[in-house]
């Protein structure tokens, strides 16, 4: 059962525009949630996170906003750059156990030049 | 610094073979953690560990078994290789229990069992 969902597999983007990604969750009992950015043949690597204290975090061109009552969040990158093309993955946390991350499956962003 | 390394980068094994995947991190986390992300899919935690000695399941444990003797070291073990164990496989590790430490990922090791 996919408790974090991307819908959108992919995402092209002109260079300079706005790109926003989209991640829904269904467990409540998430708090926590992070953004990875993934390049071909290499791991991911940590982007933003959000705490469900906040409804806004913001770092450079990147932000994060998260609705809580919808259980969605998203992730805005402004402007957009033709480095910016990468799988971009949600991941959640509960603030059980070990904080393990439950991860979406990804979205893919293409930056055109 | 090397980070999260993780040895080898591809394999080929038959059914029912074994092998270990090694994973070594140098920043002395002590959490560490082995992922599988299958084609299309998000990555899904298959084991873990918050310090040396000490193992716990993820979501997928089976058909696999770690270990962890040292804080560097997170060694993952498939005993009797499956097709459906085909997968690119991640180890991440990360320094303490606090959430706003995020996790640190190794390049993966691509996995195909044939």
């Known amino acids: 059962d996919q408790q974090v969902k991307q819908n959108s597999p992919s995402l092209s983007v002109q260079e300079g525009r706005i790109s926003i990604l989209n991640c829904d969750y269904t467990?409540?009992?998430?708090?926590?949630f992070l953004w990875y950015k993934k390049y071909p043949a290499e791991g991911p690597t940590f982007l933003i996170s959000i705490s469900s204290i906040k409804d806004k975090n913001e770092d450079g061109r990147f932000t994060v906003f998260l609705n809580k009552s919808a259980k969605h969040l998203s992730l805005h990158i402004v402007p957009s750059q033709p480095g910016d093309s990468a799988v971009y993955f949600c991941a959640a946390s509960a603030r059980t156990g070990a904080n393990n991350l439950f991860f979406g499956t990804g979205t893919r962003l293409t930056v055109i030049p | 610094n090397a980070g999260v390394t993780q040895t080898p980068k591809f394999r080929i094994l038959k059914i029912g073979q074994s092998m270990t995947l090694q994973c070594t991190q140098d920043m002395n986390h002590n959490y560490m953690y082995w992922y599988r992300q299958d084609p299309g899919m998000g990555l899904k935690l298959i084991y873990y560990s918050v310090g040396a000695g000490i193992t716990d399941k993820g979501e997928v444990p089976n058909g696999y078994n770690v270990s962890r003797s040292t804080t560097e070291d997170f060694p993952l073990r498939l005993e009797l290789a499956a097709p459906s164990q085909t997968s690119v496989y991640f180890c991440?590790?990360?320094?303490?229990?606090?959430?706003?430490?995020?996790?640190?990922f190794g390049d993966g090791t691509r996995l195909s069992i044939l």
């Open positions: 991440a590790s990360k320094y303490g229990n606090s959430r706003n430490q995020p996790q640190h």
């Open positions: 467990n409540s009992m998430f708090d926590y």
